[in-house]
């Protein structure tokens, strides 16, 4: 029996690898503006990126953080993915979301358009009160637009999201103002985390709608959630739920509960992350978070998709990410990403 393999890779601000509005990589140095890591190598880094993704040898690849453009990301899997990839892409500024599908699939793949109703259930505005707010409310939708691929085998489909929730940024960033309890911006914190859950409230809709309408088999999320750092601290403390369960749905509707495609072994112990941050509300030490998640709907345990998820297959790809990493990957230039990517296997 066929399988697919699927990856999301966050590889971080890769608009700065390429000249500003053009489908063409710097030669040598990044001159981009901004914010984001600038390589003073960029040929060695879209190398790195693009060794981490033959080293995955996935059928789909998921990229958050890509190129504002299309044809810039075209241009990257011609000149160091052999052009084995088609890209399907969601441009949305300087961090886009994209897909890669390797050509030649045993399954049909194709994007659904920014016109679906998806998208406009997407972009309905959630009304909530934040943290010491009780009398204004405030209105957050989805920040950056997801790719949504359809992959269908005979006449049974499976949809699949790409995406990037909001950044966690937020006024605590110092040791002392945890430690001070800072008012302000521990709300201001807090407050960043409801913006997320607003964007989870969004794709809790679309998830709902898709399956109880019976316009989908089955349902794939996968992306960064940016569920940290200071997430079991917020939790612990303020009872806040995190991002992943607020994801996972409630039991009221099982047909679209979620569920995590990473085996039990993978999302416990010392290597269940994919990226390190300092973090305040422990001393300023940089910890290592599990951002990245891939979740499927329950058809696709059951085999009532065309898909059906191997549940002892997926895994955090350390050994992929470090193949092309130097040292500590401190400097710009000597990482891949600052992100790990994580996988998952399908039965087709």
């Not at 009304?127 to 939708?141: I, M, P």
């Amino acid at each position: 029996m066929a399988t697919l393999k699927i990856a999301t890779f966050n590889v971080e601000w890769m608009i700065n690898l390429f000249k500003p509005k053009k489908a063409e990589l710097w030669p040598k140095q990044s001159k981009s503006r901004g914010l984001g890591r600038k390589p003073k190598d960029v040929p060695l880094v879209c190398d790195r990126i693009a060794g981490v993704i033959k080293t995955l040898n996935a059928d789909i690849v998921g990229i958050e953080e890509g190129p504002p453009l299309k044809a810039q990301l075209e241009l990257f899997v011609r000149d160091y993915l052999k052009d084995d990839y088609l890209v399907y892409s969601m441009p949305d500024g300087s961090q886009s979301n994209h897909a890669l599908v390797r050509k030649g699939l045993p399954v049909k793949v194709c994007q659904v358009p920014e016109s679906h109703a998806i998208y406009r259930h997407l972009a309905r505005k959630v009304e909530y009160y934040t943290w010491g707010e009780v009398k204004k409310a405030r209105l957050d939708k989805f920040t950056r637009k997801p790719v949504v691929l359809d992959i269908r085998r005979g006449n049974r489909n499976v949809e699949l999201m790409v995406f990037h929730t909001k950044s966690k940024i937020a006024k605590l960033k110092r040791k002392k103002q945890w430690v001070a309890r800072d008012k302000p911006a521990i709300v201001d914190a807090l407050r960043s985390r409801q913006k997320l859950s607003a964007e989870m409230a969004a794709i809790r809709r679309y998830l709902t709608r898709a399956i109880y309408s019976h316009r989908a088999n089955g349902c794939i999320v996968m992306g960064d959630l940016n569920d940290g750092p200071n997430r079991d601290v917020f939790e612990e403390r303020f009872l806040i739920h995190n991002i992943v369960d607020e994801l996972r749905g409630g039991f009221h509707r099982e047909p679209a509960l979620m569920h995590h495609a990473l085996p039990q072994s993978q999302l416990t112990g010392k290597k269940a992350f994919t990226a390190t941050f300092s973090d305040p509300t422990r001393d300023g030490k940089r910890v290592k978070v599990l951002l990245d998640h891939i979740l499927v709907s329950g058809s696709l345990l059951t085999g009532d998709a065309p898909l059906r998820l191997v549940t002892n297959k997926g895994k955090i790809e350390h050994e992929a990410y470090e193949k092309h990493l130097k040292g500590t990957g401190r400097k710009a230039d000597d990482r891949p990403s600052d992100h790990r990517p994580i996988s998952a296997v399908f039965r087709v």
